[in-house]
T-cell receptor, first 110, second 111 residues
């Protein structure tokens, strides 16, 4: 079945440093979504990418969808302590439910 | 606006006891509904999903079952809990376009 791999599993950064997490799918995706889960909380939808090569920005967050629609990345510029949490990518292929990656847990050291 | 309610927030149950977790959605009709489980520090595993009343698809054969008795109600059940059923259970909904909205989750500890 469809698999979504995400790296790295953990990332520790100093406040102000940049952070990137990468996502790869074993199949071509209809769209890819990104979620953030704060410690002790539930996943919260951040964004959806649909088009090949699409790039979207939300303040300090930049999301990219690969040309082949099989990979994606999330880049955070100048991390802040409020960015702490686990970031998940999740892919949709056809009419199937979302398949989540295992997430990247981000720690920010002040 | 749409809201999703999930309860209870935490639950401690003995091995062999039954389980019933309920999820309800307000402010929308005919949502797609999902049950996910998250083991400690791990990713999200899809357990069941439903695209309509009485329609349940199971992703992983295990000690759990799901039911959708009403359009906006999704129930996760077990007749006899196992230690391995411990985890963070999350209900989610979508209208088929855009992202999933998750409930606040139930932390289940089987002892």
């Amino acid at each position: 079945g469809q698999q979504v791999m995400q790296i790295p599993q953990y990332q520790h950064v100093q406040e102000g440093e940049d952070f990137t997490t990468y996502c790869n799918s074993s199949t071509t995706l209809s769209n890819i979504q990104w979620y953030k889960q704060r410690p002790g909380g539930h996943p919260v939808f951040l964004i959806q990418l649909v088009k090949s090569g699409e790039v979207k920005k939300q303040k300090r967050l930049t999301f990219q969808f690969g040309e082949a629609k099989k990979n994606s990345s999330l880049h955070i510029t100048a991390t802040q302590t409020t960015d702490v949490g686990t970031y998940f990518c999740a892919g949709v292929s056809g009419n199937t439910p979302l398949v989540f990656g295992k997430g990247t847990r981000l720690s920010v050291i002040a | 606006s749409q809201t999703i309610h999930q309860w209870p927030a935490t639950l401690v149950q003995p091995v062999g006891s039954p389980l019933s977790l309920e999820c309800t959605v307000e402010g929308t009709s005919n949502p797609n509904l999902y049950w996910y489980r998250q083991a400690a520090g791990r990713g999200l595993q899809l357990l069941f999903y439903s695209v309509g009343i009485g329609q349940i698809s199971s992703e992983v054969p295990q000690n759990l079952s799901a039911s959708r008795p009403q359009d906006r109600q999704f129930i996760l059940s077990s007749k006899k809990l196992l230690l391995s059923d411990s985890g963070f259970y999350l209900c989610a909904w979508t209208n088929g376009v855009g992202g999933y909205t998750f409930g606040s989750g139930t932390r289940l500890t089987v002892v």
